[in-house]
């Protein structure tokens, strides 16, 4: 696994750092960034990487707390951190929970203080009713005090006697449904221990079932084949997405111990009980993926609640990617978010997690077909299916323009769809860097929504090559310079992008003067660049690669930003207002003239910050 080969185009990998001896085998999930540091979740707990050398990043802290699926977020001196599944624990022991129900379960947000990075100390937990499958800290520019977190939870609902106040029933026979919802907790900055649930917002009210492609016909005969050899052997398998799947044991235990102790029972389940849970799954299945029963003779209801939510403090704007929709949502009043627009496409199985443009006039989409787990990037899988989706924002409406999916195909044994990703901050370019588990890391530009395309990639060869594996990039971001991977198995990846065609050096340059205090990727920050050379030159290079001034010109910009640049002062400044001045005028004949008027702002700035 370790030493698989290792495809790269246009960026470099600077290190890949193995896990820590007691998360060897775990699987890594997402990251959050603080100063120095790369915070990892894991399904063991979560690490800390100082990566002031991204080139060797070393440990500085390994928290055992086991937990799927341990989605990270930071803000100050606080850690957030997700626990889904039923075996996480309060006191982060590692014997999981037996029991059906119990109140030694952990399936909401864990709050940790950070204040010494390298001892965390565990200080409060929100239960909630379905955990946190992910989660997403939203800061209020307009309040100071508090921090919000949106949940996200996936998985059923919590039976009363864990957790008082849980209702299972739909919204339409019982007002307080922990269905259709999401939660919104508030973290007092001055007592985060007093972190509770404010809001639990119905953002999905009168969203009916989508339309959805289901599996591939070669996924649907192997399923049959697999599910025909498990109810031979006695399992569990379920219709799921249009095909039959197994039901691995992990799942079905658990539900069959709590059918027994609902009849007051002991002992082995009997064939009754499993009766019983085979006439369940349908429904349970159903309302795991977002797809709840119709009531009376209308359509079925939509989804349940969101996988991920991406929030845009800076525009009052979120996108969510809620199952079988993408809604995008107005978060001005962070306990009380409304929906603005929803939007379905046939095309998406399984809408995972949203990015906004850096000026917030397009949204893109992931669709994680099959979960995460499955082979979905081969030659033969369609590219609208498992891809990301870019739709513009215009007038509080999602209009589509393009997919983009990973172009080199991957083989049969391995995971891969679209995951996790960010934004690389290239001045006047759109740039994303977006992880596909096995498939790797790609870069690619959505500048023209309509005709997205790959610029960068990174490769590893499959886990196993003889049998399907799961492994790959779970998430990437760019941080302050690094493209920092979340590798499922290997540990941790950090990169570089290396100048090419389609980067210039000045504009990596550019996008290394955008420094972060801190990162969560749902927490998408506004990017900024301060004046500076790189910068304009960057706008230089586009314009000479878009062919939007003469040569002669882009050759003259280039002289005059040089001669400004090795003078001083008053003389410095003089140079530079007058290139801005000439700009402007190039600006009216240029086939980009926002391009150069963006290049003569950026001059005029430079001029602005000489100190003379």
Sequence with gaps: MMDAAEAQWNLKVLSRTPPSEKFVGATNSDLAFTGNYAIQGSYNGFQVWDITNPSKPTL????????????????????????????????????????????ERLRGVRIFDITDIVNPKYIANVQTCRGSHTHTVLEDPRDQQNVYIYVSGSAGVRSPDELP?????????????????????????????????????????????????GEAPEDVAAAAKDAAEARAKGMFTALVMGAEMVIPPQFTKPMLDSIVAARQGTGA??????????AALPGMIAKMIGEEPATGSGPRPGPTQCHDITVYPALGL????????????????????VRIAAVADSNFSYWHSA??????????????????????????????????????????????????????????????????????PIPGRDVMVQAWYQGGISVF????????????????????????GNGGSWSVYWYNGAIVSSEIGRGLDVAELTPSTFISQNEIDAAKTVHLDYLNAQGQPKLVWPPSFALARAYVDQLERNKCLSAARIGTVRQALTGAER???????????????????????????????????SVRDLAVSVVP
């Design 318 to 337: 979120a996108g969510g990617a809620c199952e079988g929709y993408g809604l995008l949502l107005d978060i001005r009043d962070p306990a009380n978010p």
């Design 165 to 213: 106040g849980c209702v299972s029933a739909s919204p339409d026979k019982d007002a307080n449904s922990a269905l259709f919802r999401i939660e919104v907790i508030k973290v007092p900055l001055a007592n985060p221990t007093a972190a509770a649930i404010v809001n639990s917002p119905r953002i999905f009210t009168d969203l009916t079932a989508p339309a959805r492609h």
């Design 60 to 103: 500085k802290t390994a928290y055992f707390c086991p937990a799927s699926q341990s989605d990270v977020s930071v803000y100050k001196n606080l850690l957030f951190v997700s626990g889904e599944g039923m075996g996480g624990r309060l006191d982060c022991g590692d014997g999981g929970v037996k029991e059906a129900v119990s109140k």
């Design 355 to 424: 990015t906004f443009n850096n000026d917030g006039t397009k949204v893109l989409f992931s669709d994680e077909w099959g979960g995460g787990g499955a082979p979905k990037c081969r030659a033969t899988d369609r590219k609208e299916w498992g891809a990301n989706a870019i739709f513009a924002i215009e007038n509080g409406k999602m209009n589509f323009k393009s997919y983009y999916k990973l172009p080199a195909a991957q083989t049969a044994n391995e995971n891969c769809v679209a995951h996790n990703g960010s934004l690389i």
């Design 567 to 601: 003078a001083s002062g008053l003389q410095r400044r003089e140079a530079l207002t007058a290139l801005a001045t000439v700009l402007d005028g190039d600006a009216r004949g240029s086939c980009d003239a926002p391009k150069v008027q963006k290049l003569a702002g």
């Design 445 to 468: 530009d959505w500048t023209d929504a309509s005709n997205p395309h790959e610029i960068a990639f990174f490769d590893r060869g499959p886990v196993d090559s003889t049998q399907m």
């Design 269 to 278: 389940p009997t064939a009754a009980d499993s009766a019983t849970l085979r």
